[in-house]
């Protein structure tokens, strides 16, 4: 059975590292996963301003639109069936390692799912450093996931929705086609660590009967045309 690529992105709150998850959602293929919740903290203005999602007295909008609402741990099991009818998938994001794996893994130790989470994935792989690796001799100015999909694909799309995000990254790495020699020098797995610590992300630490990323890398890179038509 060939391993899967699911590409996902969060919205947030803001930007601190105590933000919390206002939106989370996903891609393989044609599969895809996208849920709402409204905040346990004050959105930013800035953050308001980018995804055009606001709360007023309890619910959540979008564009003065109200949208269905789950709670963080419905979202959350809701993500872990996503990822196990996949079959521990590796999960690609733009920027995830410093951002969007810290408050995802948070919010999983929240709600005691970050075993369950572990066990349900095979890794994790940041598109930012990859493109830097790839695209270091273009001369870009900007390595943001809207600029590279500009500057690759040629094409516009509509940025700060989690699901678009998604979307626009699924096309966009199959368009960069790395190998899987360079996919491997951006991956890294997070270890279940005692309460309190997270944010600390940590190259090749292994979950206890996690395969080594090297073993899913190469068949995915040899199905990556495949996926491509899935999209």
Request: with cysteine; hydrophobic share 40%; net charge positive.
């Amino acid at each position: 059975m060939k391993p899967h690529f699911v590409f996902f992105d969060l919205e947030t709150t803001g930007l601190g590292p105590r933000c919390d998850m206002v939106q989370l959602a996903a891609v393989s293929g044609g599969h895809s996963f996208n849920l709402y919740m409204v905040p346990r903290c004050r959105m930013q203005r800035g953050a308001s301003a980018v995804t055009g999602l606001r709360v007023r007295r309890r619910c959540l909008y979008m564009h003065e639109v109200p949208v269905l609402a789950n709670t963080h741990q419905e979202a959350l099991m809701a993500f872990l069936a996503f990822l196990r009818m996949l079959d521990r998938p590796l999960l690609i994001g733009h920027n995830i390692r410093k951002f969007d794996c810290p408050v995802l893994y948070r919010t999983l130790e929240e709600f005691q799912l970050s075993s369950e989470f572990q066990r349900s994935i095979s890794g994790f792989l940041d598109t930012l450093p990859l493109a830097r690796d790839l695209l270091g001799d273009c001369g870009l100015q900007s390595y943001r996931q809207e600029s590279l999909v500009k500057a690759v694909l040629g094409v516009r799309y509509a940025a700060h929705d989690a699901l678009e995000d998604v979307r626009a990254l699924q096309r966009l790495y199959w368009a960069l086609q790395p190998t899987a020699e360079q996919a491997l020098r951006h991956t890294f797995t997070l270890p279940i660590t005692e309460p309190g610590a997270a944010c600390r992300v940590k190259r090749h630490c292994r979950h206890p009967g996690q395969c080594p990323l090297w073993c899913y890398l190469r068949p995915m890179a040899q199905a990556s045309s495949e996926a491509v038509g899935g999209d």
